[in-house]
């Protein structure tokens, strides 16, 4: 007899029972000569019951009435089961009807329990269910004999799935491994399923975001970043400025631009998940862009001096007119430590602007996919001491910047593909002014 019951199961278990009194359709209880056993699993969002047979063994009249009236009376308890997912599997000892020709199995088990199952015009068939035979729906033209002892190769053993499990099933094999034979004189079935429909909804959203800093700040624009999220699943990232979105990202930085000068912005940042649930924002980050410092003259805003590739074809010198009219650079010098560079005829920048000279325009839009103001800048920068003046078409010095000592005091250092940058507008004609910017700077846009 059985003391008890053992199911092994990656799934939740709700409940397992042993049955070994089945009701057949005349209302008599039936003994059944191997207790099947149900386990009901939560499987995701949907439970799923699995009932295990092993019907009366051996040929023979009776064994074949006893497996018919266990049949019966099992297909009676599981349309009892009401509208739910059932997988009926184990040793039918009997044949499928769908079996014929070339696919007929040998030996006399009779067709009754399989033939009940999955035929409904047949007498004893389920009321409240329908099955389908897996191994043979996905496999056709394959014997998948799962008897293998000559003379008497024969499909017997079967794995069932009821109606809302059809669309589920991917793959069904019989003794598909090397030592398929040893354990015991019958291949085992197995079913792959796609159940992934059953996944539960993903309501956990990402963990707050941590460590929003403030990188850079112009009149106009403020730049920051933060940790990366720890959620595996993260799709993006959303900005708010004021409690207002403003935009997303990928990445774990920002540039917000077009701001007003000497203007206070509060900037918060949440993480969002493939399912679109979002985080709780991060702590705020208090901002103010810089005034305009009173400036009343072009400046020299950023310098690439030592790129990526080739100099000749990549360095650049950016210009900024923090005014309120355009200017005229007709005749206006860029000179460095020896050789000077007249902006052509008619190059203008207007107020607000940047302008962009380099040395080779098809170098510099290979690297950044955007055309120079102006090319053709015949001063070649060092990669070590060097400085960038500009002067008016008078010879008025207007604007200076020297980099690695070429100056007493202007130690500022770019390492390779660094470009050095102002930092803001408040001008003290000092290095304190600078700072460097990654990624081959940022020409042409005030953001670094």
């Not at 690297?367 to 400085?387: C, R």
């Amino acid at each position: 007899m059985y003391t008890g019951i053992a199911v092994l199961s990656r799934f939740n278990i709700l409940s397992a029972d042993l049955i070994a009194l089945v009701t057949l359709d005349d209302g008599s209880l039936f003994d059944v000569s191997h207790d099947f056993l149900s386990v009901r699993l939560q499987v995701g969002t949907q439970e799923l019951y699995v009932v295990g047979a092993h019907l009366k063994a051996t040929s023979g009249a009776s064994n074949e009435v006893k497996r018919e009236l266990a049949q019966e009376g099992i297909l009676n308890y599981m349309d009892t089961l009401g509208s739910t997912n059932i997988i009926y599997a184990g040793d039918l000892n009997s044949f499928s009807p769908e079996d014929t020709g070339a696919l007929a199995p040998n030996g006399n088990l009779g067709y009754g329990p399989v033939n009940m199952t999955i035929n409904p015009l047949h007498p004893h068939a389920p009321m409240n269910q329908q099955y389908t035979d897996a191994f043979r729906t996905l496999n056709p033209t394959d014997p998948g004999y799962s008897y293998y002892t000559a003379p008497y190769e024969s499909r017997i053993d079967f794995i069932l799935v009821n109606q809302p499990l059809v669309s589920t099933m991917l793959t069904s094999t019989v003794g598909d491994t090397a030592s398929a034979n040893l354990g015991s004189d019958h291949y085992s079935v197995d079913l792959t399923m796609d159940l992934s429909a059953w996944a539960p909804a993903d309501t956990t959203a990402p963990p707050q975001i941590t460590g929003l800093t403030e990188n850079l700040v112009s009149q106009d624009s403020i730049s920051f970043s933060w940790n990366p999220s720890s959620a595996t699943d993260l799709a993006y990232y959303v900005i708010y400025r004021d409690g207002v979105q403003i935009g997303t990202t990928t990445l774990t930085s920002y540039t917000d631009s077009g701001l007003a000068p000497s203007t206070v912005y509060s900037y918060t940042v949440s993480a969002v998940d493939s399912s679109s649930n979002e985080g709780v924002a991060s702590n705020p980050l208090i901002s103010t862009t810089s005034s305009t410092g009173g400036l009343n003259h072009i400046i020299i805003s950023e310098v690439y001096y030592d790129t990526v590739g080739t100099d000749s074809k990549e360095e650049w010198v950016e210009l900024y007119n923090p005014t309120t009219s355009s200017v005229d650079l007709s005749g206006w010098t860029l000179s460095d430590n020896s050789k000077s560079f007249s902006l052509p005829s008619g190059t203008v920048i207007a107020a607000g602007a940047y302008l962009v000279i380099a040395r080779n325009a098809a170098g510099f839009t290979a690297l950044y996919g955007f055309a120079p103001d102006v090319s053709g800048m015949t001063i070649s920068l060092s990669n070590s001491e060097d400085q960038v003046v500009l002067s008016d078409n008078l010879g008025n010095q207007i604007d200076m910047v020297a980099w690695e000592n070429y100056l007493a005091g202007w130690s500022i250092t770019a390492s390779t593909g660094t470009s050095i940058v102002r930092i803001d507008l408040n001008d003290t004609d000092s290095v304190a002014d600078w700072t460097t910017a990654p990624s081959n700077g940022n020409p042409g846009t005030g953001t670094y």
